[in-house]
């Protein structure tokens, strides 16, 4: 009997970097599933089966069978032990622990930059609105951060890519697309790492009117 | 040659619930560690040495000879990896996931209940503010996560203990040691995770006037 395909919960506009990241790793890996979406601006997320499945009542939530999985760096460490090839984490220990610690970062710092440049400026529409003074320095530190991890001056931040790269390059495009000031060599990878075509998957889903 | 001690940085007040975390796994693996602290508030975290040293200028960065990683998640995870026993993480594939998702949600949702209820509420002194409506809100989310969590009516998340353990009960007492009101089963347990002796080594940690 075949398996039954995940199912992959994401917003209803498609703008979580969150469920993108998901979205990105069951594509990478060739796993088969279906994309649902919730409609947060409604509540859903906080109503009926979705809040009995997602503990945190959040996207993304995977379902893989009778087993429901919310958090998406939690989703990647299971979809990864689940399916080891191709991998979305580094091999070697240190830099498998690097990669992890851009995921968490990504998810719990800057958010000025989250906040002022929500990623409605990347998948719908840029903002003209001026960043603030914390913002502006959210950016010096995330510019920091990625000068030092892309000093190598590959493609990617490990080598070859992982699911850290993805996050990373939301974060800079959040900025990069929005026409935000942005140094070039930091520009030319939140590029290349949009091209991918798992990335573009998501990107190019269609989207309704906000 | 005797391997050299790792360091755990930590704030100057020991109230990050993240450093904590970080303590808590390095005693429970019983590997030796020197403790120091960065003073935050003096921005020494932005700074010199740590600012190079730490890619996210945050605390806890655990430093391993010359391999230097922040974000306690990112930590844990790696001392998981390079010293497997005893064990902060479930074996089993799916209840490993459900552990990383409550990682993941503490340290990225409730900022009502993070905001009004810092640590210091835990480590100094109580407070009299009440919690505003959005905390209420966030509270009744952690009360309704936790009670499904524990629904089994074990000790622990997961069976025996693990590291996810540590991080709800931190969120739990930011209420329950502030006198807050809290469902007895929920004070129950985060009352008897404080009593393990690894998180008492934190919490009896001398600590500096505020
Ligand atoms: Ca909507
Ligand atoms: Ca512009
Ligand atoms: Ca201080
Ligand atoms: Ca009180």
Redesign the pocket.
């Known amino acids: 009997m075949p398996r039954k395909p995940m199912l992959l919960f994401a917003d209803a506009q498609y703008t979580s970097p969150y469920a993108m990241s998901v979205f990105v790793a069951l594509t990478e890996k060739r796993i088969p599933f279906e994309l649902k979406t919730i409609d947060l601006d409604a509540g859903a997320n906080r109503e009926g089966d979705y809040a009995t499945r997602s503990l945190t009542q959040r996207v993304p939530t995977l379902v893989d069978g009778d087993f429901a999985l919310s958090e998406s760096s939690a989703i990647t460490e299971y979809l990864e032990e689940l399916r080891p090839d191709p991998a979305l984490y580094p091999a070697d220990l240190k830099t498998r622990a690097r990669a992890r610690q851009v995921q968490a970062w990504i998810r719990s710092d800057l958010l000025p930059i989250r906040q002022e440049r929500s990623t409605n400026v990347v998948f719908y529409a ?1 903002t ?1 609105a001026p960043l603030s003074a914390a913002a502006q320095q959210a950016a010096g530190k995330l510019f920091k951060a990625a000068d030092a991890l892309l000093a190598h001056g590959g493609d990617h931040l490990f080598g070859s890519w992982t699911i850290a790269d993805v996050d990373l390059a939301v974060m800079l495009n959040r900025l990069v697309l ?3 000031d942005v140094p070039a060599a930091l520009r030319a990878y939140a590029t290349r790492q949009w091209e991918r075509e798992s990335v573009q998957g998501w990107v190019t889903l269609q989207r309704p009117p906000l």
């Open positions: 840029p003209d929005n026409g935000d």
